[in-house]
């Protein structure tokens, strides 16, 4: 199974900030990879998959880069409503893993 | 609007079935561009993929290591739905459990699991 590494695990930011999460994996998946955002209670939420493109509808202060083994999802400027859990899935070979999440909280 | 309708039983006891259902709208689970997956997610194990059923001129399944053996995905034409069936729970299979859509391009490019069901938090307990 490919493992995916998400850093840090948590982040204390303020809003209008900006904002990186890596992510990394065992093996080229060759931008195979989606991000997802999760609130409490609620289902995760894409926002972006093939590492940069933009699912319809999603703010485009969220963006995707990377390449090979590492992926960054940057928010350009934390708004109020960013506050929440990001994760990580590559889907280049079954089965599909996710990282262990990012929690987004208010300085 | 795509829409995934979760139904089935919160607690299962242990050794027994879990069984979960996904209805879809505004989607076809024979389409030949997607494919319907269940999703797991517990504080232990994080999110977790159990699955998938997918149609390319017949039917293919593909299922995670850790519970092969004890897991079926079939879909259901007739009622446009897919289930879960997860035999021989144990109180490690309690978790939030969800079905996800993934789409993919003309290309056979996966878009990721863009449409998910609401959730079904099920318990194995006596």
């Known amino acids: 199974d490919i493992q995916m590494t998400q850093s840090p695990s948590s982040l204390s930011a303020s809003v209008g900030d900006r904002v990186t999460i890596t992510c990394r994996a065992s093996?080229?998946?060759?931008?195979?990879l989606a991000w997802y955002q999760q609130k409490p209670g609620k289902a995760p939420k894409l926002l972006l998959y093939?590492?940069?493109r933009l699912e319809s509808g999603v703010p485009s202060r969220f963006s995707g880069s990377g390449s090979g083994t590492d992926y960054t999802l940057t928010i350009s400027s934390l708004q109020p409503e960013d506050f929440a859990t990001y994760y990580c899935?590559?889907?280049?070979?079954?089965?599909?893993?996710f990282g262990q999440g990012t929690k987004v909280e208010i300085k | 609007q795509v829409q995934l309708q979760q139904s089935g039983p919160g607690l299962v006891k242990p050794s027994q079935t879990l069984s979960l259902t996904c209805a879809i709208s505004?989607?076809?689970?024979?389409?030949?561009?997607?494919?319907w997956n269940w999703i797991r997610q517990s504080p232990s194990r994080g999110l977790e993929w159990l699955g998938r059923?997918?149609?390319?001129?017949?039917?293919?399944?593909d299922y995670a290591v850790s519970v092969k053996g004890r897991i079926t995905i079939n879909p259901d034409t007739s009622k446009n739905q897919f289930s879960l069936q997860l035999k021989s729970v144990t109180p490690e299979d309690t978790a939030l459990y969800y079905c996800?859509?993934?789409?993919?391009?003309?290309?056979?490019?996966?878009?990721?699991?863009?449409?998910w069901g609401q959730g079904t938090l099920v318990t194995v307990s006596s």
């Open positions: 996800a859509r993934e789409e993919y391009d003309s290309s056979g490019y996966s878009s990721g699991l863009d449409y």
């Open positions: 505004g989607d076809s689970v024979s389409s030949n561009s997607a494919a």
């Open positions: 059923t997918y149609y390319r001129s017949k039917w293919y399944n």
């Open positions: 093996q080229a998946i060759r931008n195979s």
């Open positions: 093939a590492a940069s």
């Open positions: 899935q590559q889907y280049y070979s079954t089965p599909w893993t």
